[in-house]
């Protein structure tokens, strides 16, 4: 579960905001689309698995070529990427749960989601197992390697969440995902 909510429901509508996630040509409009790319292109073919699905968005773009699923914490953002995604297989549960899934996946996404979890490490080592050999794990995390976060140092977008616990450099989480 993201150890830095009080719970699963702390990500309801009042979180998934139409200001910030509804419309088009904002930042996560953007960013939904470049994440779908990125699956595209080095996904190939088969079945997706998205962590932290949220609205279904990045499912949505890619159901026509692929056959994808989604998990999420929040059952109010599962209930809308059924809307959004109404070809998708998707459920509540939590990143940690993913070994219940019927896997392999042929790639599974877990975008700004490893920085909430307590265990990322533990996470991630399953994600290895239930991708298929040859597979591919795509994840986005900030990066306060990052010039800009050096910059801002504490006042940088990222230290002020008190959800991002696990906060690392690309070589630490490069690290927990090679052999």
Known sequence: MNAGADSPDDYGAEFFDPKRYGGRF???????????????????????????????????????????HGID????????????????VLQVATAEEIESLPGPFDTIAAFHVVEHLTDPASVLQTCGRMTRPGGCLLIATPNPQAPFARRKGERWYANQDPTHISLMNPGEWRALVEP
């Open 73 to 88: 914490v929040s059952s109010f953002a599962i209930e809308q990427a059924r809307k959004n995604s109404p070809h998708s």
């Open 26 to 68: 904002n930042q996560y409009w953007w960013a939904r689309r470049f994440y779908a790319s990125l699956i595209e292109r080095y996904g190939g073919s088969g079945r997706v698995l998205e962590i932290g699905c949220g609205l279904g968005h990045v499912l949505a773009r890619l159901e026509d070529r692929f056959e994808t």
